[in-house]
């Protein structure tokens, strides 16, 4: 397969220095608002601090990929004596918690690394050095690109199966 | 649409239950911002000169400023008003921490408390829907615990609690509002609090909060996050440490103390110690200091580094900030912050203010060594320093044996223990306890501010005018050099000629009518952080901060879509502030009250202090006795105030 080169994206995140300020969910919920900057409000934000004070807890996680379904198991880490939340690392957006929807419509929310920006906004807004932008380059096998057409096709099979909507095109097609 | 603001105030009647979403008048930033504005605007039109800080009539109300919630750094502060038992004025504490932004986001400016609580309650506000709840289980909790124990109840750790310890609850004029790692500590809001029974307010929301010109705000930032990333990699020269910097004072950051150790007056105002700051003491304490603090934490959308969580020994954990580090040692005259760190805990738990109540319990040891308390009054009390300050502060914090009248603070308790204790109350104005500190000529910029201010709490009234002149003009001329903040070009030449010594040094310079001039600038740049909720640390209170003058009218403008110049925030802040005189006014407050302790000065100058007094009455548009003229409130649009001053006789017409 040809190899091509791939960028990929990073933010490193240096937990001990963060102050708990809550600005990068300030910021994220800001730049994605629309129009920009029009609406603040952190339950919107795709980067949330994970917060126990007493505990010395302040850890920014960043919304990642939506899962239809829960894990089988929980994860507790303990990390020098103190203990995160359960599942307190992972990125899922996640029928188990209420972490990265939408507050109105309960939509999955996803960090796009503000696509489009040099810096994601967060990394930009936090004076603290906490979230560290990265790029780098890294040779790939060549993939192909899958389109949204063929990405709700799959979705379509996943719910329906193969059969059901393959029966369900023929009859489209016969119809015109 | 309502910009910046939401728009509605949560109205709770305590007696009936009754709760209330009351819309409110969006002409109302154009007249008076939000925050303090809005609120004093409140307390005149509905408490009266004759309601008392313990009557059901006396509003307590918890607000958040224009600009919480929005983008701009450190817009944090939650401003909580109320008649106070102590001066029987309209006090005003703050405090910073995440309470407002989330009181924004549930759909709400303010939290207006009205009447008393039957039962013990606590209020829980999500997201829109309003509980009354039992909280006859939290009673007796500290301060903190009661955080937690909230949380935990509601299955929540985001939830935003305000909540008061022991010392609320028994009513005691130093109780403090504590909340994450801040306090609204002043003047007794604790103590209104605890006699309306209401232990805490829990806020968690999700709602959305506007920018009318987003885009237009955000560029406004960019400027003020380059102005602050200046700051922090530029400290002012030439003056101490914990004036060089943005943000409140960095006390959990820095640990040489020399320059307060060695310059305030310490027990109860009463001794400075020249040569505390050793060696060896400077080792302890930075020792000690490393020992306790496990991280450095902000408040909410602040890049600094204010606060810490506090992690010592065996003492179970709690958060801090600012000057509370000394002020138990130092007022106890235990030369180990290892002390400090300890009953610092306990304050916090029971719920003090740590500027007041170490000056109480100094000067209940003061009139025991002086014969005027009794074995009888310290009975139980342990010998050693450490042991007395945990009793006492037990004692003042239950209301138990003498604790119940110091609790009352020093000015009612002296009077109250009489027999020569009255002289032992020397370091408050207008029954209030100031910051320990005895100097030695009378300086004008200062005594203006101790005198006249409606915040009775100097710290919160100075920051931008440096406190003391520059030794050579060099210096002077390095400061002035890059000072965008200054209202105007030619206020430069005042510092330039500010010696330390000859005629153009204190008491003489800055003259009366500069400094009436200095100070207004000062005072109006807090008002409108108070307005705004933005934290005084990063703008009011600091040299050179990134707030200031000349940019908050377009951050205002930006955020909440009403245009405003700078001459518009200018007169806004001035009609606060002579609304919130007039309420005073109205209270009783005159000229005869304006005045600092006899012996905050060695070298007193009577005549210089009475046209001092009179240029900045003049120069505020005041009458001699310190009252509001009609012509100055006609002018602020408060032809009202003028109308009911009149009335009540306060006022005189012609």
């Known amino acids: 397969m040809a190899k091509v080169t791939k960028k990929v994206k990073r933010i490193k995140i240096d937990a001990d220095k963060c102050n708990g300020c809550r600005g990068c969910e300030i910021i994220c919920s800001a730049y994605h608002a629309t129009p920009r900057y029009s609406t603040i409000n952190p339950a919107r934000s795709r980067i949330r601090v994970i917060t126990n004070r007493l505990e010395d807890i302040w850890l920014p996680v960043f919304a990642g990929e939506y899962t239809a379904a829960e894990c089988l198991g929980r994860d507790v880490y303990v990390i020098d004596g103190k203990e995160y939340d359960e599942c307190g690392f992972c990125r899922a957006v996640c029928p188990s918690r209420d972490l990265f929807k939408d507050p109105d419509s309960g939509l999955p929310l996803k960090c796009d690394m503000c696509e489009g920006e040099e810096i994601p906004q967060c990394v930009q807004w936090c004076l603290n050095d906490v979230l560290v932008y990265e790029e780098r380059e890294e040779e790939v096998d060549e993939e192909f690109e899958i389109t949204m057409a063929e990405a709700g096709v799959d979705s379509l099979i996943n719910q329906y199966g193969l059969d059901k909507v393959a029966d369900m095109v023929a009859r489209r097609r016969k119809d015109r | 649409m309502r910009y910046a603001e939401v728009g509605y105030n949560l109205e709770i009647d305590l007696a009936t239950g009754n709760i209330e979403r009351e819309e409110t008048d969006p002409g109302l930033i154009a007249a008076h911002l939000g925050g ?340 009888a009054d310290f009975e139980g009390c342990p010998e050693d320093n450490e042991g007395r300050f945990f009793w006492l502060l037990e004692k003042v914090a239950k209301r138990e044996g003498i604790g119940d009248v110091l609790a009352d603070g020093v000015y009612y308790a002296a009077r109250a223990i009489g027999n020569g204790a009255e002289e032992f109350d020397h370091n408050t104005i207008k029954k209030h306890e100031q910051l320990p500190l005895k100097l030695g000529t009378l300086d004008p910029l200062y005594f203006l501010m101790y005198s006249t201010n409606e915040k009775i709490s100097i710290t919160q009234i100075e920051g931008n005018w440096p406190q003391a002149a520059f030794p050579s003009r060099e210096q002077r001329e390095t400061f002035v050099k890059d000072w965008p903040q200054l209202p105007e070009e030619t206020w430069k030449e005042w510092l330039l000629e500010w010696e330390i010594r000859g005629e153009k040094a204190i008491p003489y310079w800055p003259t009366p009518d500069i400094s009436a001039k200095i100070v207004d600038w000062m005072e109006m740049l807090h008002n409108i952080d108070d307005a705004l909720c933005i934290c005084a640390g990063m703008a009011s209170f600091c040299l050179k901060p990134p707030y200031h003058i000349h940019n908050y009218h377009l951050l205002i403008s930006a955020a909440a879509g009403v245009d405003m110049s700078e001459e518009d925030v200018k007169k806004i802040a001035n009609r606060n502030r002579n609304l919130h005189r007039a309420y005073n006014n109205r209270r009783g407050m005159t000229r005869a009250d304006e005045k600092p302790p006899e012996d905050h000065w060695k070298r007193r100058f009577p005549e210089l202090e009475e046209e001092l007094l009179t240029t900045y009455y003049a120069h505020k548009g005041w009458t001699y006795d310190g009252i509001p003229t009609r012509e100055r409130l006609e002018e602020l649009d408060l032809k009202y105030v003028a109308d009911d001053l009149e009335q009540r006789g306060i006022l005189h017409h012609g």
Request: proline share 4%; net charge neutral; glycine share 8%.
């Open chain 2, 36 to 375: 303090l504005g809005t609120s004093v605007k409140i307390h005149w039109d509905r408490v009266g000169p004759e309601v008392k800080a313990f009557d059901p009539g006396n509003l307590l109300i918890f607000s958040s400023g224009l600009l919480n919630a929005t983008p701009a750094y450190s817009a944090n502060r939650t401003v909580v008003t109320f008649v106070s038992p102590q001066t029987d004025l309209l006090a005003y504490p703050m405090m910073g921490g995440f309470w407002s932004a989330e009181l924004k986001h549930a759909g709400y400016d303010k939290v207006i408390l009205s009447g008393k609580s039957p039962d013990w309650i606590y209020i829980w506000i999500d997201d829109g829907k309003v509980e009354l709840r039992d909280a006859s289980h939290l009673l007796g909790r500290g301060a903190v615990e009661t955080q937690t124990l909230i949380q935990e109840e509601l299955g929540d750790r985001n939830i935003q609690v305000a909540a008061i310890g022991p010392a609320g609850e028994n009513r005691v004029f130093t109780a403090s509002i504590e909340q994450g790692r801040s306090s609204a500590s002043r003047l007794g809001g604790g103590a209104v609090m605890g006699d309306k029974k209401v232990k805490a307010i829990a806020v968690r929301g999700s709602k959305d909060v506007y920018l009318a010109r987003g885009a237009e705000f955000m560029n406004h930032m960019k400027a003020v996050t380059e102005y602050v990333n200046f700051r922090n990699a530029n400290p002012i020269p030439d003056v101490m440490t914990i004036l060089s910097g943005i943000g409140s004072p960095q006390e959990m950051v820095h640990t040489d103390e020399k320059w307060h150790t060695e310059n305030f007056m310490w027990g109860n105002a009463r001794t400075r110690r020249r040569e505390f700051w050793t060696d060896e003491i400077s080792d302890l304490w930075a020792s000690r200091q490393h020992a306790a603090i496990k991280r450095l934490i902000s408040c909410y959308n602040c890049p600094q580094h204010c606060g810490a969580l506090i992690s010592y020994g065996d003492t179970p954990r709690y958060m801090a900030k600012c000057f509370g580090k000394l002020t138990y040692a130092m007022a106890a005259y235990v030369d180990d912050l290892d002390f400090s760190w300890r009953i610092l805990r306990q304050a916090t738990e029971y719920g003090v203010d740590s500027f007041s109540t170490p000056q109480i319990l100094a000067f209940a040891v003061e009139l025991k060594e002086a014969g005027i308390l009794t074995d």
